[in-house]
């Protein structure tokens, strides 16, 4: 199956004061079509900025050093900003994190949608309009043509995350990039807001990247995961598999560390601290953290096969 | 840049406080025979109506000049920041009393309520520093009560409440140096202001009384020259306003960066 | 310590906000009471009564026989030796221009009789009981890290050897690892040093892990209370029930049953009679317009529904 979404020895650096950060390290994953696929990392881990990278929204100090962004038969890193123009927005689309600062405040959240329709679809104005409502519609807000009509600061964080995925899918997308979409939110909306996600995504084919550190969210939403620490992603299994039978270190440390409300669990904060990412060190940026770290980590992490579909970076776990 | 700024300050400053020791001549006494010379070596910035050695008067002319901007702005700084910070930790009938008082003070151009408060009290100097000092005390009690309206919705605020601190030491322990360096800036450039208002002052008479030296009183004098044609009259004293006050907003701008608290410590 | 209050922050005259209504709870000593809800349940007003930093309309909040919130301002100032807070934003809650030292050192120094050597010295235990080195006394804030600073403000709150820590969602500007260490942190004093703490979050799993009591409250009110793990595993009330549902739980093969709650939340403005969650519960009935019992339903957990 080709993948919709391929990234391939994605390399990001930021050019500081202080130095070259290493941000991202010959990043890579793949997504299917209708696939939901989480990346999962903590903070500093490269999961945001590998986003943006997909987009083409990075600006310096950052700069992608090296890599393949592979979609619909052409490497996104290769195009012009205009050919670009017509993928953000069109072919792939994103919802950021604190919907209430991304949506433009001074123009009606009806407005924001009918311009991507006008624009990407060449929509008439009054068709526009009416097909923004009924987006606001399915993505579950109520009374649709009076919300259209106010203004981000007149909508609850909700109501503005849902604004945000109707924006998102308006143009009918092939893939959408989700990142931490839900933080901020109430519990239950936020339940609401990934039901949302998952429907709608079911509803028009549209492939899902989920960017993410709640491992919850991930079992609950993605078919398959991909697991990144300090800008290097490590382990990519399908949902199940991950969790039953995680195989990077660095993987079943974190499943480890986290508290659960089904159950009372013993937590373990993964040991050690996340590298600087100034002066990374060589090979596997886990090795300093890792119980299973031998001499051969810091020539880095040759890519095995665990089962089928189930892949990790590490030295120290048999492949098949 | 700004070091220049920071140099030339010092230059005025060391320059005006050592005067009477360093200089050549008596910035007072007049001396007819050598009236309106033009800058030469015997006199560097040539000699005024009186005859006069420029340099030196200007030299002494400092003296006055940042004497009268320091205790003004020492005066509207320290006033103007208490009552802001009173008025905007406390708000309601405080804040509208202090604030309304600022109003009626803003009201007026400040300059011409300089002139005002001065002809009222006399020309005396400490009554110009006081005319000065109430122009720009609204200046400052409008910065540090938005500040501290700013900083009192801080978590930080609330904590120094429930670690045990009673109200007066959280407006000024903790909360008024949060809302300084922007009045540091604000007082380095009103300095310059009230060089220009010392010196405007002056100009139309209402300031320092000759034969006191004075930047403002020595440019008004040589001003009348100008189509004479004895250019150096007016041309250093008015130089020398030019050159303090910009110096003074440069090493402002500076002061500024250099009082984040992010350069503490390191 | 008991805490019964009603406290109204007036909105807009004469429209009244019900932040919080007929609030009675308690604490013991050396007990850990989570106190959960979503936004606008009224868990920080609540925190903020217990400590006086808002007064509560009516009711009392009385703290080892004492009634605080009959004290004058003076006495309560001095109260607060005992009763200290832990803050959300650990960067807010730091002056930016005290030091390390500094911050940690001034409750003792309001409070105590203590010398500035033995002051000093405290400051230099406190540290190290919060996992932050001595070394770090001289720095400022801007030059820590966020762990690090929360640290900071663990370190203030237990300065003083506190009776009551009340901690407003001490971990929710934390990422995922910091959070981890953090609540560890916690645990550890409150084994070493016999900490009460009042821990407020909508973190439910971290409650699960730290709290040995837990209280739910939805729109100024309290719906359910119970042992940690009696909640968790046997959740009565619809709106605890409905809030277990919603949180994913890392294991996909987990199918959590999921009561919905219809609409959104209604303004702490128009309160509905009877049971808050009325509008909104699945099993709502017509009895439930009226003033909700408070029933016990197993030893320890109480719940405020009509349908228990």
Not at chain 1, 20 to 33: C, M
Not at chain 2, 12 to 29: G, N
Not at chain 2, 141 to 151: H, I, K, N, S
Not at chain 3, 10 to 35: C, I, M, N, S
Request: with cysteine; aromatic share 4%; glycine share 8%.
């Amino acid at each position: 199956m080709t993948p919709l979404l391929a990234v391939e020895d994605l390399t990001i650096h930021f050019d500081t004061e202080d130095g070259v950060v290493h941000a991202v390290d010959g990043a890579a994953l793949a997504i299917g079509p209708g696939e939901v696929v989480g990346l999962v990392g903590e903070s500093g881990s490269g999961k945001s900025v590998t986003a943006l990278a997909i987009l083409r929204l990075l600006r310096p100090p950052a700069r992608v050093t090296s890599g393949r962004i592979r979609f619909d038969g052409r490497d996104l890193l290769a195009l012009s900003e205009e050919e670009m123009r017509a993928v953000r927005g069109a072919r792939i689309s994103m919802v950021f994190q604190s919907p209430r600062t991304s949506l433009n405040p001074v123009l009606p959240v009806g407005r924001q949608i009918e311009r991507l329709l006008v624009r990407h679809r060449g929509a008439r104005p009054a068709e526009a309009r009416a097909q923004a409502v009924a987006m606001l519609r399915e993505a579950g807000l109520a009374e649709p043509e009076r919300r259209a009509r106010q203004y981000a600061h007149q909508l609850s964080g909700g109501m503005c995350q849902r604004v945000m995925v109707a924006m998102a899918l308006a143009t009918n997308p092939r893939l959408l990039i989700a990142d931490e979409p839900t933080t901020g939110l109430d519990v239950s909306i936020a339940a609401q807001i990934l039901d949302l996600l998952r429907d709608l995504g079911r509803r028009t084919g549209a492939a899902i990247l989920l960017i993410t550190h709640d491992l919850g969210v991930v079992a609950r939403l993605c078919d398959r995961v991909v697991v990144m620490h300090a800008g290097q992603t490590v382990e990519w299994a399908p949902v199940r598999g991950l969790f039953h039978a995680p195989a990077h270190p660095y993987t079943r440390a974190l499943i480890r560390s986290i508290p659960r409300v089904d159950r009372a669990v013993a937590m373990e904060p993964i040991a050690g601290v996340v590298p600087s990412l100034l002066a990374p060190p060589p090979g596997c940026r886990f090795a300093s953290r890792c119980d299973l770290v031998r001499t051969q980590c810091a020539a880095g992490a040759p890519v095995r096969t665990v089962e089928a579909e189930h892949r990790v970076a590490c030295v120290a776990v048999a492949g098949v | 840049m700004s070091l220049g700024a920071v140099v030339v300050i010092l230059v005025v400053a060391l320059s005006a406080a050592a005067a009477p020791v360093i200089m050549p001549y008596d910035p007072d006494e007049p001396d007819a025979e050598h009236a309106l010379e033009r800058p030469s070596l015997r006199h560097w910035m040539g000699t005024d109506l009186y005859g006069r050695d420029q340099l030196t008067r200007i030299v002494h002319a400092g003296r006055v000049d940042l004497l009268v901007a320091l205790a003004a702005t020492a005066i509207a700084l320290s006033l103007g920041s208490v009552l802001g910070a009173i008025s905007g930790y406390r708000g309601g009938w405080t804040d509208q009393l202090l604030m309304r008082a600022i109003d009626t003070i803003q009201a007026f151009p400040s300059f011409i309520l300089a002139m005002g408060i001065a002809a009222a009290l006399g020309n005396r100097l400490s009554n110009i520093v006081i005319a000065i000092a109430i122009t720009h005390v609204p200046i400052y009690g409008r910065l540090v009560r938005g500040e501290m309206l700013r900083v009192r919705e801080m978590e930080y605020a609330e904590a120094a409440r429930t670690v045990g601190n009673r109200r007066r030491r959280i407006i000024f322990h903790h909360l008024l140096p949060n809302c300084l360096p922007p009045v540091v800036v604000q007082a380095t450039l009103a300095m310059g202001f009230a060089i220009l208002t010392v010196a405007a002052l002056s100009y139309i008479g209402l300031g320092i009384r000759p034969p006191t030296s004075e930047w403002g009183a020595m440019t008004a004098e040589g001003a009348g020259y100008i189509v004479s044609g004895e250019w150096w009259v007016f041309l250093f004293p008015g130089t020398a306003i030019m050159a303090t006050v910009l110096s003074f907003n440069l090493v402002g701008d500076a002061l500024r960066d250099v009082l984040d608290p992010r350069m503490k410590g390191v | 310590m008991h805490f019964p209050l009603r406290s109204w922050l007036p909105g807009r005259a004469p429209r009244v906000v019900h932040a919080l209504d007929g609030v009675t709870l308690h604490v013991d000593a050396a007990e850990t009471l989570g106190l959960v809800g979503e936004s606008g349940c009224g868990k920080s007003t609540l925190a903020r009564c217990v400590l006086r930093l808002i007064e509560p309309t009516a009711g009392r909040v009385r703290f080892e026989d004492t009634d605080l919130t009959a004290l004058g301002e003076e006495e309560m100032r001095r109260r607060r030796r005992d009763l200290q807070m832990v803050f959300q934003d650990p960067t807010a809650s730091l002056n930016p221009r005290l030091s390390v030292a500094a911050t940690v050192e001034e409750p003792l120094a309001l409070h105590t009789e203590l010398t500035t050597e033995a002051r000093r010295a405290r400051v230099d235990e406190v540290l190290d009981e919060v996992g932050l080195g001595a070394g770090l006394r001289d720095r400022y804030p801007h030059q820590l890290s966020g762990g690090q600073r929360q640290r900071v403000n663990i370190a203030r709150a237990i300065a003083t050897r506190p009776r009551l820590v009340v901690l407003d969602e001490p971990t929710s500007a934390l990422d995922v690892s910091l959070r981890a260490r953090v609540i560890l942190l916690l645990r550890e004093l409150k084994r070493r040093i016999g900490m009460t703490y009042l821990f407020i979050s909508h973190d439910l799993s971290t409650v699960r892990y730290l709290c040995d009591r837990v209280a739910v409250m939805y729109l100024g009110v309290v719906v359910e209370e119970a042992p940690a793990g009696e909640l968790f595993d046997h959740p009565a009330h619809p709106y605890t029930r409905a809030l277990l549902s919603c949180i994913p739980i890392p294991d996909p093969d987990a199918v959590p049953e999921r009561l919905t709650l219809t609409g959104e939340v209604p303004s702490p403005v128009d309160v509905p009679s009877g049971c808050r969650l009325r509008g909104r519960c699945p099993l709502a009935q017509p009895v439930c317009a009226e003033p909700v019992p408070v029933r016990l339903v197993a030893p320890g957990h109480t719940v405020a529904c009509h349908l228990a």
